[in-house]
T-cell receptor, first 114, second 115 residues
Framework: DTGVSQNPRHKITKRGQNVTFRCDPI?????LYWYRQTLGQGPEFLTY????????KSRLLSDRFSAERPKGSFSTLEIQRTEQGDSAMYLC????????????FGSGTRLTVV | AQKVTQAQTEISVVEKEDVTLDCVYE???????LFWYKQPPSGELVFLIR??????QNEISGRYSWNFQKSTSSFNFTITASQVVDSAVYFC????????????FGSGTQLTVLP
């Protein structure tokens, strides 16, 4: 297992289009997280899953955002009707269900909305 | 609510100098974990250290050392004999028992090590 994998690495889209990102966590990790990082800032929590259940969502996650984790494996984050303010790095992380918060982050998907 | 403050936005040093990155945190919980991550230009967040609130022992790992002081709510990170490869953005982060496993990050410190 080579860690948390995110695809695509970069995405440029026109305002108003829909985009979808994928995250493949470390296989034995039950928990999966999405964070958003804008330029010059630290990552901000968006949502997290335990297995296939989405247990918490940040108020940053507007109605245009939806995340899924079918079968508790990979996860997708979809943004509908993208806006320029959605331009950011979207980071995925995973961790074991138990233990001392051992997060592993992926390399992120950088979204640019033009 | 919890908060992490990294007051130093950018630091520039010459190779082989020592450098300390400051981190101040706020939380009402008595059980919490503090982290440092490194983010090179590739974008991936690289885990450096985790410290729980009950363990105030300082830690040294090679050229890296961490100073945790609950009395001042600080968790500072020192790189000794810095190298060009240390150039990156460094983030301090916090999880507390009441935060449902949400990491709260500081805004990061851009460290540039000049040859």
């Amino acid at each position: 297992d080579t860690g948390v994998s995110q695809n695509p690495r970069h995405k440029i889209t026109k305002r108003g289009q829909n985009v979808t990102f994928r995250c493949d966590p470390i296989s034995e990790h039950n928990r999966l997280y999405w964070y958003r990082q804008t330029l010059g800032q630290g990552p901000e929590f968006l949502t997290y899953f335990q297995n296939e259940a989405q247990l918490e969502k940040s108020r940053l996650l507007s109605d245009r955002f939806s995340a899924e984790r079918p079968k508790g494996s990979f996860s997708t984050l979809e943004i509908q009707r993208t806006e320029q303010g959605d331009s950011a790095m979207y980071l995925c992380a995973s961790s074991p269900d138990r233990g001392n918060y051992g997060y592993t982050f992926g390399s992120g998907t950088r979204l640019t909305v033009v | 609510a919890q908060k992490v403050t990294q007051a130093q936005t950018e630091i520039s040093v010459v190779e082989k100098e020592d450098v300390t990155l400051d981190c101040v945190y706020e939380t009402r919980d008595t059980t919490y974990y503090l982290f440092w991550y490194k983010q090179p230009p590739s974008g991936e967040l690289v885990f450096l250290i985790r410290r729980n609130s009950f363990d105030e022992q300082n830690e040294i790992s090679g050229r890296y050392s961490w100073n945790f002081q609950k009395s001042t709510s600080s968790f500072n990170f020192t790189i000794t004999a810095s190298q060009v490869v240390d150039s990156a953005v460094y983030f301090c982060a916090l999880i507390s028992s009441g935060s449902a496993r949400q990491l709260t990050f500081g805004s990061g410190t851009q460290l540039t090590v000049l040859p």
